[in-house]
């Protein structure tokens, strides 16, 4: 059995549904993220947010680039935070932030960003039907990562096991002992 080219009673195609779908959940595990009290939870939603752009990068035909998003985001960056998180600190914030004190004027940025954007999007010529999507070869995007930019690479390696280290530094240093009378 095959599926239509168009989703019964809504006309849309797929690649349109998987996109819409893919960018709901992306603005929504991003407010979460960023809305959320408890600290874990937050980079939980966070790691929700990485797996939805990459699955927008399968869509736009980069699958090299969403491997990487899985792989270094989700797999690396966000439980480097969270094992961060809970091996520092208590997980859930104080009652009262620095930055609640300042949500008025957050809002009235963010209001004339959307603004802005809004009117960026009405007034931009966007292509028609006709563009197809990129594909990327992933053999010459390799070659040219390990060969042409092998020293930033490993640069961001040895800055990666350097935050992994001082984690690790931080979870086990002893309390402060009191100094003799």
């Not at 990666?160 to 002893?174: H, N, Q």
Request: net charge neutral.
């Amino acid at each position: 059995m095959t599926l239509p080219q168009a989703i019964p009673f809504l006309n849309w195609s797929w690649d349109y549904f998987l996109f819409l779908s893919l960018v709901v959940v992306l603005l929504g595990s991003g407010i979460m993220t960023v809305l959320g009290r408890n600290i874990i939870h937050s980079g939980l939603w966070m790691m929700v947010c990485f797996a939805a752009l990459a699955g927008l990068y399968v869509l736009l035909g980069a699958p090299l680039v969403a491997a990487a998003q899985v792989l270094i985001y989700i797999g690396a960056i966000s439980v480097l935070v969270l094992f961060a998180i809970m091996l520092t600190q208590t997980k859930f914030g104080p009652a009262r932030l620095v930055f609640h004190r300042q949500a008025s004027s957050a809002a009235v940025a963010a209001a004339v960003i959307a603004l802005i954007l809004l009117i960026v999007v009405v007034d931009t010529d966007w292509p028609g039907q006709g563009v197809s999507v990129l594909h990327t070869a992933t053999d010459a995007l390799a070659r040219l990562l390990f060969d042409r930019y092998v020293l930033p690479f490993e640069v961001v390696s040895v800055l990666l096991l350097a935050a992994v280290i001082g984690g690790i530094y931080l979870a086990k240093r002893e309390p402060d002992e009191p100094s003799g009378p």
